[in-house]
């Protein structure tokens, strides 16, 4: 095989993984999923026991900007309307709430780019290139 041979074979394996949909979407939703588990696992999931809060509170009639030191350690920016959006997931226990809650940002996201009016190869370059990103966004739990 000639190096020329072999350049053509590199570039040819590399383009098939890099415009591949099956690899984009599992690496996309699988790095997702990994980042969430593992974060979840080893902290108590601060940002999103502040968009919990907000359900809480909200139910409560507490106000929502106020400090809850004993429940997370930040501060909510969130409104009262933001409360209905996360009611179904502060229902849950706070394991699955969370990674419900990244799954389905992951998986808005991931509609959005296969909306864009550009070739499918070039959508799957985006989720390939942007699952690194999207890992880092779930492991902190951001919406």
């Known amino acids: 095989m000639s190096p020329t041979d072999t350049n053509r074979s590199f570039k040819s394996f590399f383009a098939n993984i890099l415009y591949n949909r099956n690899f984009a979407t599992v690496l996309w939703f699988g790095l997702a999923f990994i980042g969430v588990v593992l974060e979840y696992a080893k902290s108590t999931g601060n940002n999103y026991l502040i968009f919990k809060g907000v359900f809480e509170h909200t139910i ?52 959005a780019i296969r909306m864009l009016p550009i070739a499918e190869k070039w959508k799957n370059a985006i989720l390939i290139f942007s699952a690194h990103e999207m890992m880092i966004a779930a492991e902190w739990m951001q919406s």
């Open 60 to 111: 409560h009639q507490q106000n929502l900007y106020l400090a809850y030191p004993a429940e997370y350690q930040d501060y909510n920016h969130y409104g009262p309307v933001f409360s209905l959006v996360i009611a179904p997931f502060a229902l849950l226990p706070n394991w699955l709430g969370v990674v419900l809650w990244v799954m389905l940002n992951t998986a808005i996201l991931y509609a």
